[in-house]
């Protein structure tokens, strides 16, 4: 029922509502002059309904299990706190504070002006939230904009959670301005922040933060933007003494100019799980601690270990620290546990100091099933591990051109399965061509998002990682399971498919090498005759089908030649990328 004549009205027609009492719509400026005289007179499950407009006021919503929204949606119904007509004290343009719960909605306006609540605890003043103030309140906040929200110095510039578990979904965070978090600043607060966009922030675009009393700040971000946001530390996220987990977001452009983390920081005491997320072009400046070094994309300080699952790095700097990546703190230094990098690509970063993608200092890591692609540093291109350092690197993939991918002064490394690491013919690693579907993608350039580091059905890195390792994410970049065919490929990526298994030398797939394959080679090169596994014919593996293979097959046979090369004599599939095709052989299973 839609009320709009006057108070008198709205009371008369909720008493003879009967079931709808106490679900009314009270529309403003149609039944009350000011948001605020709405929300005093409204019940719990009433809805406040703002036509389209500028509301000049700082409104509080009282406990109230209302929704406060707008008929015509965000781009044209705004909340201006600039006015602090609460008191100069209570500058937020909204407050929840009085044990506000999810039924407690905000949605479908804008939210500008704010300058934060003032709040003295334990001798401390702080400022919070300048566009949104929750304490011990958990609303929710969907399809809402934060625009010129700032508390400077403060905890939170669009919104500051305190010991709160709000959920904030579909959110625009835009030119906030926050010393200790610009978009959100969760103090003690395991809010639940999803699809949400934090663009052009001054400070960082979230910052997760304890209360005093330690209390951590456990969000769960989801399916987030961060883009061209800059901070102090962690242009997209900042996290302290908190464990956040990111999953499915990108950081684009974001710039951290003090210790670094241009993506995101996890500093004293912080791990944060982050699964599936992309990083491109971010920038670290590390200015100050330049031996510790704080990536590009992410970056560690005194904190406990770090899991980063599935996620793609490219063109990130560190300009006067180490790491492109992922570098600093959690992966040297004070680490106090070990940290854990799976099915990540790193394309393109670069560092002004050892370390191109990553650089570990004084504390154990592991990485497997990794790609690295052109990452460049004055010295270990891709990985630098420095210090007191446990390094384990296993089924890795680095770019053959590298000229140092790996430098350590590690207590111990351990590199095992890995293709182009340094090492070759031990621990299952080797050298080879990976056989990349297009590195450099169609921009030309290497370093952009769409580089394209999938392996073809002809590299050697397909099937020849080790399957026995205990990974803690059982899915390659794409989220695809990491066991296809029996096998465990090198790299980020699990080839989608099974290359054909044959035999060398084979060539006519009647499952023996004997006389009639060089004769078959040879009616296949002069009087062509089909083949339809033209690799079995490569005897001697050259990557070309010519006059060499059956004279090759020859000598084994008569004249105590080498055997031919693998797979031989049992069935597998080629590893050496030569590229010659094999559609069909079916002497093996």
Same mark, same amino acid.
């Given at each position: ?36 005289? =709405? ?14 407009? &500028?509301?000049?006021?700082n409104v509080d919503l009282l406990g109230k299990a209302i929704v406060l929204t707008s008929t015509d949606g965000a781009s044209v119904t705004t909340i201006d706190g600039s006015a602090c007509t609460t008191g100069s004290e209570l500058c937020s343009t909204i407050s929840c504070r009085n044990g506000e719960g999810r039924d407690t909605v905000l949605t479908g306006l804008t939210i500008t002006g704010g300058s934060g609540t003032t709040v003295v605890s334990s001798g401390l003043t702080t400022i919070r939230g300048g566009g949104m103030y929750s304490e011990l309140a958990s609303p929710t906040v969907t399809d809402c904009v934060f625009v010129g929200n700032g508390v400077f110095t403060g905890y939170?510039? /669009? ?17 906030? &301005? ?38 951590? !700040?456990?969000?769960?971000? &989801? =399916? ?10 962690? +242009? ?47 920038? =670290? ?26 996620? !793609?790095?490219? +063109? ?10 992922? !570098?600093?703190?959690?992966?040297? /230094? ?22 191109? =993608? ?113 990974? %803690? ?5 794409? /989220? ?24 060398? +030398? ?77 559609? !069909?052989? %079916?002497?093996?299973?």
């Amino acid at each position: 029922m839609r009320l709009r004549n006057s108070k008198l009205a709205i009371v008369v027609a909720m008493l003879v509502s009967g079931p709808l009492a106490g679900q009314a719509v009270i529309q403003v400026p149609t039944d009350f002059a000011t948001i605020q005289a =709405a929300i005093d007179f409204a019940s719990d499950g009433d809805t406040v309904e703002l036509l389209p407009g &500028t509301y000049v006021e700082n409104v509080d919503l009282l406990g109230k299990a209302i929704v406060l929204t707008s008929t015509d949606g965000a781009s044209v119904t705004t909340i201006d706190g600039s006015a602090c007509t609460t008191g100069s004290e209570l500058c937020s343009t909204i407050s929840c504070r009085n044990g506000e719960g999810r039924d407690t909605v905000l949605t479908g306006l804008t939210i500008t002006g704010g300058s934060g609540t003032t709040v003295v605890s334990s001798g401390l003043t702080t400022i919070r939230g300048g566009g949104m103030y929750s304490e011990l309140a958990s609303p929710t906040v969907t399809d809402c904009v934060f625009v010129g929200n700032g508390v400077f110095t403060g905890y939170g510039g /669009g919104i500051c959670n305190y010991n709160n578990v709000a959920e904030i979904t579909d959110c625009e965070f835009t030119g906030n &301005t926050g010393r200790r978090g610009a978009g959100i600043t969760n103090l003690g607060s395991n809010a639940t922040i999803s699809n949400c966009t934090f663009l052009s922030n001054s400070g960082s675009g979230i910052a997760n933060r304890p209360t005093l009393s330690g209390g951590p !700040s456990d969000a769960t971000i &989801t =399916a987030c933007t961060f883009i061209g946001n800059i901070a102090h530390n962690g +242009g997209g996220v900042f996290n302290s003494d908190s464990h956040p987990t990111i999953t499915s977001c990108t950081f684009e452009g974001n710039t951290a100019f003090e210790l670094g983390g241009g993506g995101i920081m996890n500093f004293s005491d912080s791990s944060s799980l982050v699964v599936g997320c992309t990083f491109v072009g971010n920038l =670290a400046m590390g200015a100050m601690f330049v031996d510790d070094g704080f990536g590009g994309a992410i970056g560690n300080l005194q904190a406990e270990g770090s899991t980063i699952l599935g996620c !793609s790095f490219f +063109g990130n700097i560190s300009d006067g620290g180490v790491g492109g990546g992922v !570098s600093g703190g959690a992966f040297g /230094g004070t680490s106090t546990d070990t940290c854990f990098l799976e099915s990540c690509v790193f394309s393109g970063n670069s560092a002004t100091y050892p370390g191109g =993608a990553i650089s570990v200092q004084s504390t154990d890591v592991v990485v497997r099933n990794c790609t690295f692609n052109q990452d460049s540093a004055v010295s270990g291109s891709s990985v630098a591990l420095l210090g007191n350092t446990a390094g384990l690197l296993e089924n890795c993939l680095f770019h053959p051109g590298d000229p140092i991918s790996i430098i350590h002064t590690a207590s111990s490394l351990i590199v095992s399965h890995c293709c182009n690491a340094g090492v070759d013919g031990v621990g299952g690693n080797f050298y080879a061509e990976p056989q990349f579907v297009d590195p450099p993608g169609a921009d030309g350039v290497v370093g952009t998002a769409d580089d394209d580091l999938h392996l073809r059905v002809t590299s050697p890195c397909i099937d020849t990682g080790d399957a026995t390792l205990g990974l %803690l994410w059982d899915f390659d970049l794409d /989220g695809q399971a990491r066991t296809i065919c029996g096998g465990v490929d090198i790299g980020a990526d699990e080839f989608d498919g099974c290359p054909e298994s044959f035999v060398r +030398g084979d060539g006519n797939d009647d499952g023996a090498v004997d006389i009639g394959d060089p004769v078959h080679a040879l009616s296949y090169l002069f009087m062509g005759e089909d083949a339809s596994c033209l690799d079995a014919h490569d005897s001697n593996d050259d990557g070309a089908v010519d006059i060499g293979d059956p004279v090759y097959t020859l000598g084994h046979l008569f004249s105590g030649g080498p055997a031919p090369l693998l797979p031989y004599p049992d069935c597998g599939s080629d590893r050496t990328g030569d590229g010659i095709a094999c559609e !069909s052989y %079916l002497a093996c299973p």
